[in-house]
């Protein structure tokens, strides 16, 4: 069974660090891009940003409202996905899931919260 | 970027009854491969988003053969035979064409009369 389980989300203030984690099972994760989209309270979904495979060099694509901000990285010895948030804002303040590359599994969120 | 517009918004049904959703794509949706990746999903209440259709018309596993995908090019419509409780939520549309970025439409909230 596929699952994803994020962590590391908190209330930080504005101009702040925060590095989310993604733990991942049931699938060979190295084998596959992955995703982080967000949802700000009671808004839709926004695709975050992508990190393909070892196979092709760990690449990353990220939105225009975080690039140069956050940073999409992987460790594949421990099936874990990670999201390093810098520079936050309050309007980073949303539910961040992770997800497989299809969109056809997500974990259950976490919040991060950013204000003063 | 690809911009997704969905309709209605907000769409009141009654159990029992038929619900159509519309999504909009700025640009067609054709890859160079053949494939049209369009995708619609279910959030309930409280919950992460769920995947119900892939590539246009492809209903996920588990997915209740009440939900129906169609459409081609920009024009696509997720609809529902017969509404039960259970479907209460919003329902996005996302394109998977031409990215980055990927794209959702804003989102179609489904509730009960």
């Known amino acids: 069974e596929v699952q994803l389980v994020e962590s590391g989300g908190g209330l930080v203030q504005p101009g702040g660090s925060l590095r989310l984690s993604c733990a991942a099972s049931?699938?060979?994760?190295?084998?596959?891009?992955m995703d982080w989209v967000r949802q700000a309270p009671g808004k839709g979904l926004e695709w975050v940003g992508r990190?393909?495979?070892?196979?092709?060099?760990?690449?990353?694509e990220y939105a225009a409202s975080v690039k140069g901000r956050f940073t999409i990285s992987r460790d594949d010895s421990k099936n874990s996905l990670y999201l390093q948030m810098n520079s936050l804002k309050t309007e980073d303040t949303a539910v961040y899931y992770c997800?497989?590359?299809?969109?056809?599994?997500w974990g259950q969120g976490t919040l991060v919260t950013v204000s003063s | 970027d690809v911009v997704m517009t969905q309709s209605p918004l907000s769409l009141p049904v009654t159990l029992g009854q038929p619900a159509s959703i519309s999504c909009r794509s700025s640009?067609?949706?054709?890859?160079?491969?053949?494939?049209?990746?369009l995708n619609w999903f279910q959030q309930r209440p409280g919950q992460s988003p769920r995947r119900l259709i892939y590539?246009?018309?492809n209903r996920d596993s588990g997915v209740p053969d009440r939900f129906s995908g169609s459409g081609s090019g920009t024009d696509f419509t997720l609809k529902i035979s017969r509404v039960e409780a259970e479907d209460v939520g919003v329902y996005y549309c996302?394109?998977?064409?031409?990215?980055?970025?990927?794209?959702f439409g804003p989102g179609t909230k489904v509730d009960i009369k």
């Open positions: 996302m394109q998977g064409t031409h990215w980055p970025p990927f794209t």
């Open positions: 997800a497989t590359p299809g969109f056809d599994y």
């Open positions: 590539k246009v018309s």
């Open positions: 049931g699938f060979t994760f190295s084998d596959h891009y």
């Open positions: 640009q067609s949706l054709v890859y160079s491969d053949g494939n049209t990746y």
């Open positions: 990190t393909r495979n070892k196979a092709n060099s760990y690449t990353t």
